[in-house]
């Protein structure tokens, strides 16, 4: 009962705090505005105005019926990555009601995603080269002009993910009387690691013990870490939403509100998709701009050139909020005593063999 507590307790607070990122982040996007200042007919053009003439002004009856596949294969197929979801989820429910008769089948889905990210690790390996490419590709062809915008979007995410971590985590920590400076020098080594790899999976073993010689129970940091890694990535709901928002200024598409709501509850989905692995966040970047035509599939070029430079904002930023989610969820169980931090460390744990991301 307590392990299902501590779970449910986890996912809430995993729901509440992405869901306030992505709000913060469609919001600063908003108010700063990086993506403007270009002349809009520099980009739209080509096969970009194409993606433009497929925007269609749909009601939300006709999005919320559209969620429903009437083939389960043709979703996969077109790639609707929001048939996708609604099938998965149905799909997980069925899977946990059938109980011990489906452990041979999650194992062997999760083999198969274990496969997939290994593939995704070798494509990222020509990273670099396709960065390149990519910042080539864009200066080629839109211009120096467009570094200007690329420039403020890459600031204002450092700044938002700074702001995030010092204000709204750091409310959260006070609210829960938690010293939010305290526990950053407490993880500054798994800090470093991050800053390092551009991967906040590099030190997942490494933050499951230290949290627990912070105080936190064995339950708690076992549960909520590894969960985290996949339900509480603040960091990439804030890139996510503000690159979204971004690309709609870049290229002139004015979203309503309702379009950008849309957006968020879109992102609240995909964005417990992405990994803590290099890179996939613009992989959950790519997938969602597939649900929204009016913005130009395009504006990836422009993006893909600085994506690995937002990386480590966004790596840090996931860090400090599991560390910050384990020890708030620890603390409402009952089950985080401080006092174990103060005594020296007896063990160190040691640095993990990751690969390369």
């Known amino acids: 009962k307590q392990f299902g507590r501590i779970g ?78 609604f099938f998965s989820v149905l799909f997980g429910v069925a899977l946990s009601k059938m109980g011990g008769t489906s452990e041979s089948l999650i194992k062997t889905f999760d083999k198969f995603l274990q496969a997939l990210f290994k593939i995704m690790a070798m494509v990222m390996v020509l990273a670099p080269l396709g960065a390149f490419a990519g910042m080539a590709f864009t200066i080629g062809k839109f211009g120096l002009a467009v570094l200007i915008p690329l420039g403020k979007l890459m600031l204002t995410v450092y700044l938002t993910m700074a702001i995030f971590i010092f204000g709204v985590l750091n409310t959260i920590c006070r609210a829960n009387k938690i010293s939010l400076w305290k526990l950053l020098g407490y993880i500054k080594e798994e800090i470093l690691i991050v800053l390092g790899t551009s991967s906040s999976e590099s030190v997942l073993p490494r933050m499951i013990e230290k949290m627990e010689r912070y105080g936190c129970s064995k339950q708690a940091a076992g549960l909520v870490i590894p969960t985290g890694y996949s339900f509480n990535l603040d960091g990439t709901s804030i890139y996510l939403s503000m690159s979204v928002i971004f690309l709609a200024q870049l290229f002139s598409v004015n979203l309503s509100w ?44 422009v993006l893909f050139g600085v994506d690995r430079f937002m990386s480590e904002a966004r790596s840090i930023t996931n860090l400090i909020g599991n560390a910050v989610a384990t020890v708030v969820v620890a603390k409402s169980e009952n089950e985080f005593h401080p006092h174990l931090a103060d005594q020296p460390d007896q063990r160190q744990p040691e640095l993990p063999a990751f690969e390369k991301d």
């Open 258 to 301: 309702e379009q950008q709501l849309g957006i968020i509850g879109v992102l609240i989905l995909t964005s417990k998709g992405a990994a803590g692995v290099t890179g996939s966040g613009f992989i959950v970047l790519a997938s969602t701009l597939s649900s929204f035509p009016q913005i130009p599939l395009e504006g990836l070029g």
């Open 8 to 85: 449910g307790k986890a996912l809430l607070y995993f729901l509440a705090v992405t869901t306030l990122a992505l709000f913060i982040g469609v919001v600063v996007a908003n108010v700063v505005q990086p993506g403007t200042g270009l002349d809009p007919t520099t980009l739209q053009k080509g096969d970009v105005s194409a993606y433009i003439s497929k925007a269609k002004e749909k009601s939300w009856i006709d999005h919320l019926t559209e969620i429903v596949p009437s083939n389960v294969i043709g979703a996969f197929a077109e790639g609707n990555l929001l048939q996708v979801l």
